[in-house]
């Protein structure tokens, strides 16, 4: 009888040890939350129905103690399970099927010699307008014209610094007039094409320069909107980056109104929690903006991965390209990579060092 109802003992505490096991599991909360950013980085079977399902998965909750988690869905069908008929773990998931859908949208926009219309993108995939809209722009942050415009200006930006005349330039980049073009040269260049072809020749650039407790912050804005936010230790190497942007532009010092701009700035690097809300004046090139489009999206004490990033723009392959992106941003806080990490977590290179991207950070996660 002792023998008896010491087997009864470990039998009826078996569940409990595995239930406690898979709780104290960081992802089980991820499937209990049907999370989807989870889905792709881990799957989970359950025991007792032979399947094994993504984070995601709208199936009635399993018990804990039935469940077990894998790497891949290829390590749970070695483990003897089958793919749950509900949430298709063993295909992409909804989001990166949408993500490469939107990848063959963008290359077609931009092989194509004229801009396609939404009527035609639409046309092509099959699908009614609003449909194609509603997922280009959650995939890449931007509409399909806004898309079109920026690659059309990152065409035009190459072709200017090569071609012979303005006129080559426009022609070159797929303008089928010139009188088209400059009526958008503006808000493509963020100034003539003939003064951005001077290196910004006749243009106008407030700044100021400010000290803060990440060392010296540097402040500049067009007519558009704040263009550059420069960090470092030494405020003259950060006018001299300025200058080196705008070679030929006039650099004037900021007035009062201005001033008030830069404090609004250096109270968001002080305190994140006060937000920053600021007309701001992006130039870059059609995958640049994409990314930075996704860098803004990231709440302030949160980070994401250059994988993350790179998924969410629906180029998955993309991750070095991603971190050039954030290498190349201007913009600091205003674009927040600082907020993108590698993928174990860990702190990677940040354009105005590491230290200060630890800070912006951990200011961020106390606010």
């Given at each position: 009888?002792?023998?008896?109802?010491?087997?009864?003992?470990?039998?009826?505490?078996?569940?409990?040890?595995?239930?406690?096991?898979t709780?104290?599991?960081?992802?089980?909360?991820?499937?209990?939350?049907?999370?989807?950013?989870?889905?792709?980085?881990?799957?989970?079977?359950?025991?007792?129905?032979?399947?094994?399902?993504?984070?995601?998965c709208?199936?009635?909750?399993?018990?804990?103690?039935?469940?077990?988690?894998?790497?891949?869905?290829?390590?749970?069908?070695?483990?003897g399970?089958?793919?749950?008929?509900?949430?298709?773990?063993?295909?992409?998931?909804?989001?990166?099927?949408?993500?490469?859908?939107?990848a063959?949208?963008?290359?077609?926009?931009?092989?194509?010699?004229?801009?396609?219309s939404?009527?035609?993108?639409?046309?092509?995939?099959?699908?009614?307008?609003?449909?194609?809209?509603?997922?280009?722009?959650?995939?890449?942050?931007?509409?399909?014209?806004?898309?079109?415009?920026?690659?059309?200006?990152?065409?035009?930006?190459?072709?200017?610094?090569?071609?012979?005349?303005?006129?080559?330039?426009?022609?070159?980049?797929?303008?089928?007039?010139?009188?088209?073009?400059?009526?958008?040269?503006?808000?493509?260049?963020?100034?003539?094409?003939?003064?951005?072809?001077?290196?910004?020749?006749?243009?106008?650039?407030?700044?100021?320069?400010?000290?803060?407790?990440?060392?010296?912050?540097?402040?500049?804005?067009?007519?558009?909107?704040v263009?550059?936010?420069?960090?470092?230790?030494?405020?003259?190497?950060?006018?001299?980056?300025?200058?080196?942007?705008?070679?030929?532009?006039?650099?004037?010092?900021?007035?009062?109104?201005?001033?008030?701009?830069?404090?609004?700035?250096?109270?968001?690097?002080?305190?994140?929690?006060?937000?920053?809300?600021?007309?701001?004046?992006?130039?870059?090139?059609?995958?640049?903006?994409?990314?930075?489009?996704?860098?803004?999206?990231?709440?302030?004490?949160?980070?994401?991965?250059?994988?993350?990033?790179?998924?969410?723009?629906?180029?998955?392959?993309?991750?070095?390209?991603?971190?050039?992106?954030?290498a190349?941003?201007?913009?600091?806080?205003?674009?927040?990579?600082?907020?993108?990490?590698?993928?174990?977590?860990?702190?990677?290179?940040?354009?105005?060092?590491?230290?200060?991207?630890?800070?912006?950070?951990e200011?961020?996660?106390?606010?």
């Amino acid at each position: 009888m002792k023998i008896a109802e010491s087997t009864q003992v470990k039998l009826s505490t078996k569940p409990k040890l595995l239930a406690a096991a898979t709780v104290s599991d960081p992802r089980w909360a991820a499937v209990v939350a049907r999370d989807p950013k989870a889905d792709g980085k881990f799957f989970y079977s359950v025991k007792t129905t032979g399947v094994y399902c993504r984070p995601s998965c709208a199936a009635r909750a399993a018990r804990p103690e039935n469940v077990k988690f894998h790497l891949s869905a290829a390590d749970a069908e070695r483990a003897g399970f089958r793919p749950c008929k509900r949430c298709k773990p063993d295909q992409p998931a909804l989001a990166q099927q949408q993500a490469l859908r939107v990848a063959g949208w963008c290359r077609l926009i931009e092989n194509a010699a004229q801009a396609p219309s939404l009527g035609e993108l639409a046309h092509h995939a099959g699908l009614s307008t609003y449909h194609l809209h509603r997922i280009f722009k959650s995939v890449t942050g931007l509409t399909p014209r806004a898309y079109a415009a920026a690659h059309r200006g990152k065409r035009i930006r190459a072709e200017l610094g090569r071609s012979g005349t303005v006129t080559a330039a426009i022609y070159g980049a797929g303008y089928n007039s010139s009188g088209r073009f400059y009526e958008k040269s503006t808000a493509v260049l963020g100034m003539t094409p003939t003064n951005y072809r001077a290196g910004g020749a006749n243009t106008r650039i407030r700044f100021a320069l400010a000290e803060c407790s990440l060392g010296s912050i540097l402040v500049a804005a067009t007519g558009r909107g704040v263009c550059a936010i420069l960090m470092g230790d030494d405020p003259d190497a950060l006018a001299r980056d300025l200058q080196d942007r705008f070679p030929r532009a006039e650099l004037i010092g900021g007035d009062a109104e201005f001033e008030r701009l830069v404090v609004k700035v250096l109270g968001f690097v002080e305190t994140p929690a006060l937000g920053l809300d600021l007309p701001l004046d992006v130039r870059g090139t059609a995958f640049q903006q994409r990314v930075w489009q996704a860098l803004r999206q990231i709440p302030a004490g949160e980070t994401a991965s250059y994988t993350d990033i790179a998924r969410r723009i629906g180029a998955p392959k993309s991750v070095r390209a991603v971190a050039q992106a954030c290498a190349a941003n201007a913009l600091a806080v205003a674009i927040p990579c600082h907020r993108v990490v590698r993928n174990d977590g860990r702190l990677s290179g940040y354009r105005w060092g590491v230290e200060r991207k630890r800070a912006l950070l951990e200011r961020e996660t106390k606010s």
